[in-house]
C-alpha cells in the first residue's frame, strides 16, 4: 500500500479522554475511531490487525475440530427468558421491538440460540460430540464504556461452544479450547497467565481465564510467584494468620455518636479495625434477606457470596435495612437482631471474642461480642478478598496483587442451558439426556489493545510479525529525488512479488514527519532510503522493536529482508 | 472432514414454508435454520459457502484498490437526522434505546458513518480519492421476510464507499466498481444482467444494477432482445403506438351509477378501457396533493412519480381524496376538479380528445374530455409502468419482461450526503468543497441462493467449484469394509495432502442414503467406492453436474481428481 493512496490519518495529540497506552496509540496510529460512546470505527489498518489475529484464531479453532458457523445477532426475546437471563442480564442487554411490536434483543452471547438449534436438530449420541464456533459481533450496554477498545458496547468474540454426552467428554472439550487459546496467544505474542476465575452470568460448574498482564487490566490477580497459583481476586483465596485469642468478655451496649464507619468506630472505642466485626446485608433475589459479617479489616467478595447463595444478589437499600435491623447502616450486627434471617461469616472470624458491632439501634455498638456464642452464624464460608500479603493456600508464601486485562474465559456449563431449554439426546439405550456444554470465548480487540499496552514505548507501537499490519516500512526521504524514487518503487515491487505486505511512504513530507508516522505505526522493520547511502548503493534498515539500524546493500534488501521476517515469524 | 463428526442436519422434507428452490435446498442441505422470521443461523456448510463468496469479493475490491475496514452497527441516531433518512426508513430501521435512554438505531447502510468518518478526518484534496468497503451484517425490519435467505431482516453485505473531488472522479470509482463486480460474478458462476435502476432512497444522479435471472425473483426487469436494452421496470421505458386520434366531442356528464373500476366503467359506458382517464390522486409528503392522469389501460409507476416529485409519496387517503375533489376514488377526474391543484398526466394521453374521466361527483363520469382543452395539466412525463410488448426506445422491437433477484447496486451519490452533513475538502485553491460520493453494494446471501436457484435439478444443489463447500465427496459403500475403508481414508488423506477440500462419508448408514446425501449436498465431483470395481482396482468418478460417470484407477483417483478440479475451477 502506497502511503499516498491510504487512509491512515494519524495524529501527534493524545486525544483527552484517552488515559492507557492502548487507547491513545490506536487513536494515534489511525487504527480506529470512536462514532458515540464504547463504539469504534476500525479503520483499514486496524481492521487488518484486527483480520490477523482473526486468523490465527480461526486456524487453531479449526485445528481442535471446530466448524465455524454464524448465529444471529438479532434474537427473538423468548428464548432469554426460557433460561431466566432476560432477566439476570439487566441493563446490560439491548432490546428492541420490531415494526409488529415483537420483543427483540442483541445477543450479548450464544447459549441460548446453541440450544435452540441442539434442541432441534441434534437427536442421537452419534451426533455428539460438537465443537461449534463463530467469530461475531457481540452487544452489551456497559455502564460505563471506556479504555478504548478494552471495554465496548459492541466488539467482535470468538465464541464457542462443546456438546457432549457427558462430564468426562466435557473435559476434553474444554482441555482441547485450553490447548487451542494456549496456541492463539502464544502466536498473537502476549504475556499472558491462566487463573481461575468466577463463572459469573454464564453459570456453570468451573471456568478458567487467560489474562494478559498489563497496568491498564481491569481485572485483579492473586498471584503467588513461589508455587505459581493464581487467581481472579473475584475467586481467589488464601489464609491468614488468626488472631490472638482475646478474653471472653460480657456483652456490654455502648454509646457511639456519630460513629457509623469501621473508621469511625474503631477510633471512638480506641478499638483495632480487626477488632470490629462489619456487618452488610444483601438480598438474594427477589427478597431474602442476608446477614453478612467479616473482620473489620476484611472487604466482601460479592462474588463467593453469589456462588454460595446459588442466586443473583444485591446490596439491601437503606429502607429495607432499616426494616430489616431496626437500625441504619452502621448501626448494626448480628447480635440481638430482631428479624429471623440468614446470618453469614467469613472463616477469619470462627471463634474470636470480645469483639465489636452494631447493636441494631442508631448510635450504639455492642462490645464483648463472642461469635460462637452471640451470633446466630448459619454458616461460615469464605467471603472476603484476598489481599496482597496474604499467605498462598498452596505453599503459605506471600500473595502479590497484580493487575491484567481478560483475553479469553473458558468455561464448564454443564447441563445449566441444556435442561432449562430441553436440549437432549437419546443414549445408547434410548434414553433421554441432557446435552453437557461448555461455552468459551475470546474478545478480538482485547488481543489487538493488550499487545499494545505490552509492546510500545515513547515513540509508538512496536508490532511482531504476527500482528503488524504491514511487516515493512519503505521510507524514501525524498519521494521527488529520481534516484531515491526508483529505489523505493524497486522494492516496493520487489516485496510485492513475494507476497511480503509492505507500505511506501510516497508522500511529500519532510523525513522528520515520515520518521514520527513510522515509528508510530510500529511496523516491524523500516528501509530508509537517503541520498548519501545510496550513492554508495546501500539503505539502512532499522529495526523497531530494538531501534538499531543497519546499512544494507540496496540490490540484495528485498531477499535479505524477506530471509530476515521468514526467520523471525516462526520464532 | 468426516460427515460422522460433522453438523451437516440434511432432511428429505421440503420445509412447508419453503415455497422457492433455494429455500428448500438451503434448509434441505442443511445450509441454513430459521431462528425467527427473516432471521437465520448459517451452519457450518452454508457458513463455508458464504466465506468462499466473501473471499472472492475481498479479492476484487482489493484489486480496484477498495481499502476494507469495519464501521459499528450501533448508530446514534443523530447522524441519521442529519440527513433525514431516519424519517426516510421509517419502520424499515430497528430502533432502540440504551441504558442512559439515548437513541440509537441498527445502520441498514452506512452513508452516514462514511459522511461523519469523512468530515471528522478527510481534510484536503490530497486525501482523494478513497475507496472504502467492509463485509458486515445489515439490520433492516422488513415488512414481509420471505424466500428463504433473500428478503431477511440481517444480512451480510458488501458495501462499498466512494469519496472524490468531483463528477469526473466519481466516474472513475463507479466504473471501477462496475468492473468488480463483473468479476466477483462471473467468478461466483452466476447468470446476469446490468440494468438501468431506480435510486430510492438512496438518492444521487444515477445507478446501476446487477440482477440474477431466476423464478424466484421479485425485481421485473424489462429486457429488448434485439439491442440489449435492459432495465428494471422501476424506471424501464418504452414507446407506444399513440391512439388514433379520436374526433372531438363536447363535455358531457354521465350517470354511471357503481361504476368505479376502469373496468366497470367502460363495461357500463361501452368504451375501450384506453378511451378512459385512470385518475389516481397522491400526496407529496408531507401535504402536498397531486392528481396523476394516465390511460386507463395503463399502470403507475411510483418510482418515477417520486422521482419527478423529488420527495417521498403516498397514495392519498379516502378520505383526503374525498376533501380534495368533492368524491370518492372511482368517480374523480382532472374536469372541473374544486380545489386548485397540481395535475401531472403520463405522456401517453397528451392531446388525447374525446376520453371518459370522473365527474368529481360520485356515481357521475364525464365524456368528451380532450386533454389540451379540458385538463389543466402542468406537466406530461413517463408516469407508466413500461410492460411486455411495449416498443424498445432504443429499437421499437418488442420488448420482454424477465424476473430477476438483485445481486448488486451501485450509485452516484453525488452530493447529497456529503452536503447534509458538512462532509468538505479543500481543493487546490485552499476553497471549501463537497465530497463527491458514491455507494455500492452487494448481498452476500443473495449469491449463494441466486446461485442454487440457477444450478439445481430434482435431486438437490450443483456447485460449481468456486462456491463448493467441499470440492469431492467420498462416498465408501460400506465403511465397514477394511479394504473399502482402507481406499476412502486414502484418498481422504490425499486429498488433505494437496490441500483439496474433501468431504468422507464415514457413516455407517446404507449406500442409497449416502447417494441421497451427496447429491443433495451437490458438491462437484462424488467418489464411489464399492467393493466389486475396488476388487478391480477401481472407484466410480461422478460429476454432478453433468451425472456422469466413470470408472477410474483407485491409486491414480487423487493426482487425477486434483488435475480435474484445477482444470476446472480456471475455466
Known amino acids: 500500500m502506497k502511503l499516498s493512496q491510504a487512509y491512515i490519518p494519524t ?16 487513536i494515534r496510529a489511525g487504527l480506529v475511531r470512536p462514532l458515540a460512546a464504547g463504539i469504534y470505527t476500525y479503520l483499514p489498518l486496524g481492521w487488518r490487525v484486527m483480520r490477523k489475529a482473526i486468523d490465527i484464531i480461526r486456524e487453531e479453532m479449526d485445528a481442535i475440530g471446530g466448524q465455524e458457523l ?65 467469530i461475531q459481533t457481540k452487544f452489551r450496554d456497559e455502564p460505563r464504556p471506556r479504555s478504548g477498545v478494552l471495554r465496548t458496547r459492541q466488539f467482535i468474540m470468538k465464541d464457542s461452544y462443546t456438546l457432549d454426552v457427558d462430564q468426562e467428554a ?6 482441547l479450547h485450553a490447548k487451542a487459546y494456549h496456541s492463539i496467544f502464544r502466536r498473537c505474542g502476549l504475556r499472558y497467565v491462566v487463573v481461575g476465575a468466577a463463572s459469573g452470568l454464564m453459570g456453570g460448574s468451573g471456568s478458567q481465564e487467560f489474562m494478559a498482564e498489563s497496568d491498564a487490566g481491569e481485572d485483579t490477580l492473586i498471584l503467588c510467584e513461589q508455587c505459581g497459583y493464581a487467581a481472579n481476586t473475584e475467586v481467589a483465596e488464601s489464609t491468614i494468620e488468626p488472631l490472638e485469642t482475646a478474653a471472653s468478655a460480657a456483652l456490654e451496649k455502648v454509646a457511639t455518636p456519630g460513629a457509623y464507619t469501621i473508621e469511625e468506630v474503631a477510633a471512638f472505642l480506641q478499638r483495632e479495625k480487626k ?35 446459588g442466586h443473583v444478589i444485591r446490596p439491601a437499600h437503606p429502607n429495607e435495612i432499616k426494616q430489616i435491623c431496626g437500625a441504619d447502616a452502621g448501626s448494626v450486627g448480628p447480635v440481638g437482631v430482631s428479624q429471623k434471617l440468614t446470618i453469614l461469616a467469613d472463616n477469619a472470624i470462627r471463634d474470636q471474642k470480645n469483639m465489636v458491632a452494631g447493636a441494631n439501634e442508631n448510635d450504639y455498638h455492642v462490645t464483648g461480642v463472642d461469635i460462637g456464642r452471640d451470633a446466630a452464624v448459619d454458616t461460615f464460608a469464605d467471603l472476603r478478598n484476598a489481599s496482597s500479603g496474604d499467605a498462598c493456600i498452596q505453599c503459605g508464601a506471600p500473595l ?21 431449554m430441553g436440549a437432549t439426546y437419546l443414549d445408547e439405550h434410548g434414553k433421554d439426556r441432557s446435552i453437557v456444554m461448555g461455552s468459551y470465548g475470546i474478545g478480538v480487540e482485547r488481543i489487538v489493545a493488550s499487545f499494545i499496552e505490552q509492546n510500545n514505548d515513547d515513540n509508538g507501537i512496536i508490532w511482531n510479525y504476527a500482528l503488524a499490519p504491514y511487516a ?15 529505489c523505493a518503487d524497486a522494492l516496493y515491487r520487489g516485496f510485492a512479488g513475494r507476497s511480503v505486505a509492505a507500505l511506501l511512504d510516497d508522500r511529500q513530507v519532510s523525513p522528520g514527519f515520515k520518521f514520527k508516522d513510522a515509528d508510530l505505526l510500529g511496523l516491524p522493520l523500516q528501509v530508509i532510503i537517503g541520498k548519501k547511502s545510496l550513492a554508495q548503493g546501500k539503505v539502512e534498515l532499522k529495526h523497531r522493536n530494538t531501534c538499531t539500524s543497519e546499512l544494507i546493500d540496496a540490490g540484495e534488501a528485498v531477499v535479505k529482508i524477506t530471509a530476515i521476517i521468514e526467520q523471525e515469524s516462526t520464532q
Open 170 to 175: 466435557l473435559n476434553t472439550g474444554y482441555d
Open 472 to 486: 515493512v516500512h519503505i521510507i524514501p526521504v525524498n519521494y521527488g529525488d529520481e534516484d531515491i524514487r526508483e
Open 400 to 420: 502479590i496483587m497484580t493487575n491484567a486485562i481478560e483475553l479469553g474465559h473458558i468455561f464448564k456449563l454443564g447441563t445449566k442451558y441444556s435442561e432449562s
Open 11 to 26: 495524529q501527534k495529540e493524545i486525544p483527552s479522554d484517552a488515559v492507557i497506552p492502548s487507547h491513545q496509540l490506536m
Open 70 to 134: 454464524l448465529m444471529p445477532m438479532l434474537n427473538p426475546i423468548e428464548i432469554w427468558d426460557e433460561t431466566g437471563r432476560n432477566r439476570d442480564f439487566g441493563d446490560e442487554m439491548f432490546r428492541l421491538k420490531d415494526r409488529k411490536n415483537r420483543a427483540l434483543n442483541l445477543a450479548p452471547t450464544h447459549e441460548e440460540v446453541i440450544c435452540d438449534l441442539a434442541r432441534k436438530f441434534v437427536n442421537s449420541y452419534k451426533d455428539l460430540p460438537q465443537i461449534w464456533y463463530q
Open 275 to 309: 477488632e470490629l466485626i462489619k456487618t452488610l446485608v444483601y438480598i438474594r433475589q427477589p427478597e431474602t434477606p442476608v446477614m453478612i459479617l467479616l473482620r473489620g479489616d476484611h472487604d466482601l467478595n460479592e462474588n463467593k457470596l453469589q456462588t454460595l447463595l
